[in-house]
C-alpha cells in the first residue's frame, strides 16, 4: 500500500489460478482499472511463495511525473540554450579582453623597441605565459640598452682613434710639404749658382 502511494503504482497479487488475491491501484486508470495507454507507464512481476502456494505479484507504475517533467524540460531547452549562449558570450568578450589587452600593451611596447626607443616597459604583473612573454620582453629590451650602450661607447672611442689618426695624418702631409719647401730652396740655389758657373 505504501509502495503503490507513494510511486503512483498499481499492485496485484494473483495466485497459480490467476485470480486476483489483492489488488491496489493509486495511479490514473480506466474504467477496467487498467493503467490508461496514454498515460506511459513501466511494469515488472515476479513470483513468490507462501504456505505452499505460489503467487505472482504485478506492479505498474505510472510515469506521468516523469513525463510531464520531460515535457517541461523540453519546453525549457530554448531558453536554456539562449541563457548558455548569452553566458558563453559574455564570457568569451571578459576573457578575450583580459588576455587581449595585455598582448596589446606588449605589442606596443615591441614596436617601440624596433625603432630603438627602449624607454618603454612592459607593466605586465601576470604569472600565466603572457607575464612570461612580458618579463622577457623586459629582460631582452635591458640586454639590448645595454649592447648599445656599450656599442656606442665603442664607436665613440673609435671615432676618437680615426680623429687622432686623421690628425696624424695631417701632421705627417704637413711636415713633409714643409721639408720639401726647406729642401727646394737650397737646391734651387745650389742650381742657380751652378748654372751661372758653367756660363
Known amino acids: 500500500l505504501a509502495f503503490s502511494m507513494k510511486n503512483n503504482a498499481a ?7 490467476g485470480t486476483s488475491v489483492f489488488s491496489v491501484t493509486f495511479a490514473n486508470t480506466d474504467d477496467n482499472g487498467l493503467l490508461s495507454d ?5 511494469s515488472c512481476s515476479t ?6 502456494q505460489t503467487f505472482q505479484l504485478s506492479a505498474v507504475v505510472s510515469l506521468v511525473a516523469v513525463s ?9 531547452i530554448p531558453l536554456i540554450g539562449a541563457m548558455i549562449l548569452v553566458i558563453s558570450v559574455l564570457g568569451a568578450m571578459i576573457c578575450s579582453r583580459s588576455y587581449s589587452k595585455p598582448l ?11 625603432s ?5 616597459k612592459c607593466e605586465v604583473k601576470r604569472q600565466d605565459e603572457i607575464g612570461i612573454l612580458a618579463e622577457s620582453l623586459n629582460e631582452m629590451s635591458e640586454r639590448l640598452r645595454s649592447a648599445l650602450d656599450s656599442l656606442q661607447a665603442a664607436n665613440g672611442r673609435l671615432q676618437e682613434d680615426i680623429d687622432r689618426e686623421r690628425e696624424q ?8 710639404t714643409s721639408v ?4 727646394k730652396t737650397p737646391i734651387a740655389i745650389i742650381k742657380g749658382e751652378l748654372e751661372g758657373m758653367i756660363y
Do not use: N
Not at 47 to 52: E, H, V
Not at 180 to 183: D, G, I, K, P, V
Open 11 to 17: 499492485v496485484e497479487i494473483k495466485d497459480q489460478q
Open 38 to 42: 496514454e498515460s506511459p507507464s513501466m
Open 47 to 52: 513470483f513468490f511463495q507462501q504456505d505452499g
Open 68 to 76: 510531464q517533467s520531460y515535457h517541461i524540460l523540453l519546453g525549457l
Open 104 to 114: 596589446i600593451h606588449i605589442c606596443t611596447v615591441a614596436k617601440h623597441m624596433t
Open 116 to 120: 630603438l626607443d627602449l624607454t618603454w
Open 169 to 176: 695624418e695631417r701632421q705627417r702631409i704637413d711636415f713633409f
Open 180 to 183: 720639401s719647401h726647406e729642401l
